[in-house]
């Protein structure tokens, strides 16, 4: 196995403007791009530039977007950690797969984005099956952590924020909480989504309590019912 076998390069080109971040989500992370755009010259006056991000929350609230959004300002190619490849039952394994994406991605100066990061940084000592081994890999990630170089950016998201080592969380600089939208952002949302096609495919049930994934698959299914059901008309009424 090789390093390509353990990330996933994503090309997709998502805008920062097309994430729905409440506000102060929004401003922690343009702060974060503009230090690491203006990096060279925040150095020249002894200022650190965050380079190391927690994504934390509900699922379906934007972790994945806002990281690829991230990397589409700053420019930079986005790794992300395949986790059904990198995880190994083998001793040291797993630390050395870890190992070698991290130090491919700073090599090419990426971001690299660990998904569901508290699979790989649950705490010390609550895996009753293997606490040795768990123990190494987290010690193995701190480290990594503590030596991920400047130049690159390293962001993690998870669900369960609760289960994962004390010692890496106090790693990241920045961490930032995406909790379900409410009932007036989602009604944004859906304006946003529903804007792109016509008005007579606009008439969708508006769901709520439920994340922006949620919503926006759950309005598509309609739409496309709608537009279906009009096809199906259209036809049987074509003349044969």
Known sequence: ?????????????TKLDDVFLQEDNRNA????????NYAEE?????????NKLLLHGSSGCGKTTTAKAIANA?????FILNLSNVVC???????????????KAGREKAVLFLDEFDQIGKARGDDDKDVGEMRRLVNSLIQLIDYYP???LLICATNHAE????????????????????????????????????E?????????DISFAEAKDDAFTQIKAALIADLELKNQSAPV
């Open 200 to 208: 007579r495919l606009q008439k969708i049930k508006r769901r709520y």
């Open 74 to 78: 700053l420019g930079k190619n986005l």
């Open 42 to 50: 925040l150095q020249q006056y002894g200022l650190p530039v965050n």
């Open 150 to 152: 400047q130049q690159s």
């Open 89 to 103: 039952s083998r001793i040291g394994e797993t630390s050395q797969n870890i190992k070698a994406v991290f130090d």
């Open 163 to 198: 289960i994962i080592d004390k010692a890496l969380i106090r790693r990241f600089q920045l961490r930032i909480s995406f909790e379900m939208p409410s009932a007036a952002e989602l009604n944004v949302y859906y304006d946003k989504i529903l804007a792109a096609f016509p």
């Open 1 to 13: 196995m090789t390093v390509y076998d353990l990330i996933i390069k994503d090309k997709e080109q």
């Open 29 to 36: 992370i343009i702060q974060l791009i503009k230090e690491n």
